[in-house]
């Protein structure tokens, strides 16, 4: 209907209304600032799972251990795939004897520090010699600093909580929302902006009069597209009779459903299982990694 005449829409389909499980997700997960959130927290989730378990940070919570010395030496020394500030991570392998019974460990360094043959001081922890390193070497591949590659989930975790906040209110009013019209009476840039395709689209806030209950009441929305909130001279808003000021301006919030000839809601389309996709790969890979988490270096 959006695509033909959308000052003709009219949803007929009073509240409350049964909204299916399938609409309620597309509505959620959707619009351009739920998408982008997940795709800082799958692509940061993913560097997180790769390189913090290959950091020292694994070692911060661990109590308890004694570390004694003992004399040992180099077996090899190796380049590893790794670089840190452009010098490659060295991979050593260390053999040394605890009471008459040997043991071998690995360590690391930021450039080689040690060549195969050599003799070196092993530290390893009294109650489990296996757990052992080379005296000045790193116990991991990179430093504790790559907890930085956390910001990035976060952010995207930022990003997603605020969306689907939004969502949930756009789904209970669709539930139990009037239908209305609104007039803009503001338009406002703000400091953001959306770039898509190498295109940038400002964002603005924009501000619509409704009337209900004999009181005149604004509905606020921000969004980069502007079309879709600028074809009609009056905007639909939905909004709780017994509370006006909790609505919703519907063609700024992303992914809701069509309004058909009849002015009933319509079913998404298959087509729709898209904005489903980031969320299942995130959630998903997060699971399997924590259950089987990487270990590159061993």
Known sequence: ??????AARQLRDLPPRS?????????????????????????????????????SVKYWFEFGKKWEKAPGK?????????SVNEQTVYQYLQSFEVNGQRYTGKSFSVGQDYQGGEQVTIEYDAKNPSDSHVEGARRAAFPAFVLFVLIFPLVG????????????????????????RGTMC???????????????????????????????????????????????????????KYNPEFNVVFDATGNMPEITEEGMLARPGIGKVVYLLLPLIGIGMNLFFLFFPLNLMS
Not at 23 to 38: E, P, R, S
Not at 74 to 82: C, D, G, K, L, R
Not at 213 to 230: D, N, R, Y
Request: hydrophobic residues 45%; contains cysteine.
């Open 1 to 6: 209907m959006k695509n033909g005449n959308p």
């Open 19 to 55: 909204i299916g499980l399938f609409t309620k997700a597309t509505v959620l997960f959707g619009g351009f600032m739920q998408q982008f959130g997940w795709i800082f927290f799958v692509m940061g989730s993913l560097f997180s799972w790769i390189f913090i378990p290959m950091s």
């Open 74 to 82: 180099i077996v090899s020394a190796e380049p590893t795939n790794s």
């Open 157 to 180: 975790l930022g990003f997603i909580v605020f969306a689907i906040r939004q969502n949930l209110k756009a789904i209970k009013l669709l539930e139990i929302g009037e239908f209305t």
């Open 186 to 240: 503001s338009k406002e840039a703000t400091n953001s902006s959306v770039k898509i395709n190498n295109t940038t689209y400002p964002v603005f806030k924009y501000s619509f009069d409704f009337e209900a209950g004999g009181h005149t009441h604004s509905a606020i929305c921000k969004t980069h597209q502007a079309w879709l909130v600028e074809d009609e001279e009056r905007e639909i808003i939905l909004y709780d």
